[in-house]
């Protein structure tokens, strides 16, 4: 717009004061779109800790779900657990009776709330509200089991609950456990001047994270972000297939130690502030890979009804696995204006341009005057060429949305582990990775990051 009024000078003044007037309206609702998604962001960051109900409050336990194969260390030492290890969905459970004798706490009260005494600090959980205490209220990832009269745990909350560490082997059935040896220094978001997204793209139960030491690794990523409260958003790809090599990993029905150590990261990297969406089902069509292929659209699931099932299918998965969903995303942005309109019928949000608009901005969508389409106008780094990246944050035009994804396995370079003689598994993040200068360069430019979920109507 400015280049065409500096081309206009020679034009009559009337013909020139309106261009100015319209350039600046148009500046003028820029900035306010932005300000008020900044202003809500910031409003509600301190919002009170509400543990609402999770899909599966009612998870039923039976005998056949206590597990015997497993083997469970910590720091070195082989553990057993006398009241058994429940495998419910790829997560595991766990007495704190039998935690008890491990890390050597006192249970002052016993039933639906409890109280437990650990070197002189005292932690409060409730197991029908959802929560724990420590210094603050915080929410369990996922509600705990009984059985047999009793209360178990998942692993992920008994990891966030004393502040433990684990890693896994899979070939040995083992998890090794360990008390966090590197604290995670917190530091506040900062307002700045306009707000920005980025998206963790194509996060599923195989590709580029196949294995425990990629798993690791990605929890690493979210430390990064969890240390500089930074919120960040997960494309997840609930369904895994690559029909070429034989594999169809369908999470609620193939229950393994692998797929237990990808919930389990899962659950871990939302505990960090990621927010879940569903990037399609199996992001593949027939007999294509998930993540190279597409899934809907023209030349693939193009018809009303398989957009609609499919998404059904997604949504169980996330559901029976206890994941919260905020978004959907497209594979490869692929659909058609049919399909996007049922993908409305079941988001709020969809992180992807609306078909046939192609907005730079946040846009709510003219069928239901609900659902707010969010691009991601920067695009994504390809290969690991980061110049680009940058460059193209700094040059953002007006009017554009900050948003990106990347693609995390891209971090992996960067982060070096060295194991300690007793198992622990030291790590050293090196400052210049690719996605440390994209929140670094967004930071110098005055970009803070929000959620999805902080864009309004």
Wanted: aromatic share 14%; proline share 3%.
């Amino acid at each position: 717009m400015i280049e065409l009024i500096l081309s206009s000078i020679s034009m009559s003044p009337i013909l020139l004061l309106l261009l100015v007037i319209c350039y600046l309206r148009m500046k003028k609702a820029d900035e306010k779109w932005e300000k008020r998604i900044l202003d809500y962001s910031f409003k509600h960051k301190n919002r009170k800790v509400e543990c609402g109900k999770a899909y599966n409050e009612k998870l039923k336990v039976n005998k056949s779900d206590v597990i015997n194969e497993l083997k469970i260390y910590f720091e070195g030492k082989i553990t057993t657990f006398d009241k058994g290890i429940i495998s419910k969905y790829n997560r595991y459970y766990f007495s704190l009776y039998d935690f008890q004798k491990i890390l050597g706490y006192s249970i002052e009260s016993k039933g639906d709330n409890i109280k437990l005494l650990m070197n002189n600090k005292k932690i409060m959980i409730s197991y029908t509200n959802n929560w724990f205490i420590d210094a603050d209220k915080k929410c369990f990832r996922v509600p705990a089991v009984i059985y047999n009269g009793e209360y178990y745990l998942s692993l992920i909350d008994i990891c966030e609950i004393f502040n433990l560490k684990t890693l896994w082997n899979y070939y040995e059935k083992e998890i090794r456990v360990f008390k966090n040896r590197k604290e995670i220094i917190k530091t506040s978001r900062e307002k700045l001047k306009k707000p920005a997204l980025i998206r963790l793209e194509d996060i599923t139960a195989g590709d580029e994270y196949d294995d425990a030491e990629k798993l690791f690794k990605l929890r690493i990523v979210s430390d990064l972000a969890y240390s500089k409260c930074l919120p960040f958003h997960i494309a997840w790809i609930p369904h895994y297939k690559s029909p070429g090599r034989g594999i169809d990993n369908d999470l609620v029905k193939d229950f393994n130690i692998y797929n237990a150590d990808f919930l389990f990261t899962l659950d871990y990297m939302i505990n960090r502030g990621g927010i879940i969406g569903l990037h399609g089902y199996t992001h593949q069509y027939k007999n294509g890979d998930s993540v190279d292929d597409s899934e809907f659209g023209i030349g693939f699931y193009s018809t009303i009804d398989e957009a609609r099932s499919r998404t059904l299918m997604a949504i169980e998965t996330a559901e029976k696995l206890n994941i919260p969903y905020k978004f959907f995303e497209s594979p490869h942005y692929s659909c058609t204006i049919e399909q996007q309109a049922v993908f409305e019928n079941y988001f709020k949000y969809i992180f992807e341009p609306a078909q046939g608009v192609w907005n730079h901005m946040p846009y709510v969508s003219k069928r239901n005057n609900k659902t707010i389409y969010v691009p991601a106008p920067l695009g994504y780094v390809e290969d690991v060429d980061v110049e680009a990246m940058l460059k193209r944050i700094k040059n953002k035009p007006k009017g554009d949305l900050a948003a990106l994804f990347y693609h995390p396995y891209k971090e992996f370079d960067y982060i070096m582990l060295n194991k300690s003689a007793d198992g622990y598994l030291e790590y050293s993040y090196l400052e210049d990775s690719i996605l440390q200068k994209i929140l670094n360069c967004l930071s110098e430019e005055g970009y803070s990051l929000v959620k999805i979920t902080d864009i309004r109507k």
